[in-house]
């Protein structure tokens, strides 16, 4: 009779445990969490080109430029980046070379939209051709900005600047040009 109860004990557990079991394998579990991405990454290097035009006197210059820099994120959602620029621009009776080191300070709108202050200093080499002008002179640039990221790497920007010259005997006013240009970077 013992035996016979102590198999039934042992055959009852069996059965609860196999129960327990089973019901452990119908339990519900937490989805995973859906990805969501970060936005686009200012922070880092990035290299693009840029065209346009600039303004000068009642004259008006094409410009075709490239540009390097790195950015800087010192606080959400300020930004503050480091770019050298060098330019082409040329009319019908000048051609010039345009090369700065800008800085810039910036805000991060949203994820995909930067608005920056710009200020540069550089030198232009410019080629008269016969209207004898050719000299290099120290220059300057002050203006603003707005990039957009349109994938993950790449942004498209507009940028307005006002252009003047350090030598007062080449232009007498605080700005003696203005330049609009349209770009593209590529970030690494």
């Keep these: 009779m013992f035996v016979r109860s102590l198999s039934l004990g042992v055959a009852a557990a069996a059965l609860l445990v196999g129960g327990a079991q089973a019901a452990d394998l119908i339990i519900p579990t937490t989805p995973a969490p859906i990805y969501e991405a970060a936005g686009f990454s200012w922070d880092g290097l990035y290299a693009g080109v840029q065209g346009g035009g600039e303004f000068w006197d009642g004259d008006t210059y094409g410009i075709l430029g490239a540009h390097v820099g790195v950015n800087f994120i010192v606080a959400d959602p300020i930004l503050l980046g480091l770019e050298g620029t060098a330019e082409y621009v040329w009319n019908d009776d000048i051609d010039s070379a345009e090369f700065f080191i800008n800085g810039r300070v910036g805000a991060i709108v949203t994820d995909s939209v930067l608005v920056y202050a710009l200020v540069g200093a550089g030198v232009e080499n410019i080629d008269g051709r016969g209207v004898g002008i050719d000299d290099n002179q120290g220059v300057y640039q002050l203006g603003a900005g707005v990039e957009l990221a349109v994938t993950d790497s790449v942004t498209v920007r507009g940028q307005v600047v006002g252009y003047g ?24």
């Design 165 to 188: 010259y350090f030598d007062d005997a080449v232009g007498n006013d605080f700005f003696d040009a203005a330049k609009a240009t349209v770009g593209v970077s590529y970030h690494f």
